[in-house]
């Protein structure tokens, strides 16, 4: 089995959708805790308009923080999501070490997410990308809603593999399918990432499932299957994009963790930390969160004690 890779995108992708905004010294903790855990790829937050996602208010202030001496762990990367040339600036200025845009196969989704078509979005995607790894940063390209959407149904796969050449005629060589809406499952995955890999043996793919429908996990694994390196999460499956039809959490890092590490790899990684962490961002925001492994424990934890 090749590398696999966690990309925790909690502070981003879970936290946009929550009314309650966290403090940046809140999210100072949780993102050491996460690197104290393991992970390799944390992602900071979004270069978004604050007024539109005031939960990313502080993004550029949280990467100046991580990028003084002695603040980021080892070799853990910061990713930083940017939808447009601005963003792009800015986390140019703040220190990002790996840029994560993309385009959406779907129209509908384009426009509210963006403002823009999926050609003119294509077109300006690409050319950033060009831009920031000429800068020497690198870049995961995504394609979201590429295996449906809440507003326009089903996504023809010739849509997705569209913006997939526009990628590959750029050099980008990191590229992710985002399922936006949770309507992936895992036969619709594994079909669709054996075709990119088909284009390029040598891309290294990404995945982002939703778990609207309960398949998160399993599209996961069928991911895995078929050869995806870089797996998406949020601690204690937070998180939904507000701009879908029906916004829903992401695969629960602990859950994911767990499951990965039951079939023999990313041992390395801290399982105990993450659900720490888990119960602590759901004793902040006072509620039940979705992951299971935070209220159940792992397998391992409960055999140690039966023992």
Known sequence: MKEIILHEVGLRDGLQVEKTVVPMEQKIKWVDALMEAGVKIIQLGSFVNPQKVPQMGDTDSLFTYYSQPGKKQGDVILSGLVLNEKGLERGMACGV?????GVSASETHSMKNTGMSTTEASQRITAMAKNAMAAGKRVQASVQSAFGCGFDGPIPEENVFKIIEKYLEAGVKNISLADTSGHAYPLQVERLFTKILSMDSSLELACHFHNTYGLGLANCFSALKS???????????LGGCPFTKLPSGNVSTEDLVHSIQRSGM?????????IELAKDVSRFFD???PGFVMKSGSIVHFKKKEQ
């Open 287 to 289: 509620r039940e969160l």
């Open 97 to 101: 070490d790996m840029f994560c845009m």
């Open 227 to 237: 050869g995806v390196k870089y797996y998406e999460s949020a601690f204690g499956g």
């Open 266 to 274: 990313w041992l390395d990684m801290n399982l105990e930390k993450l």
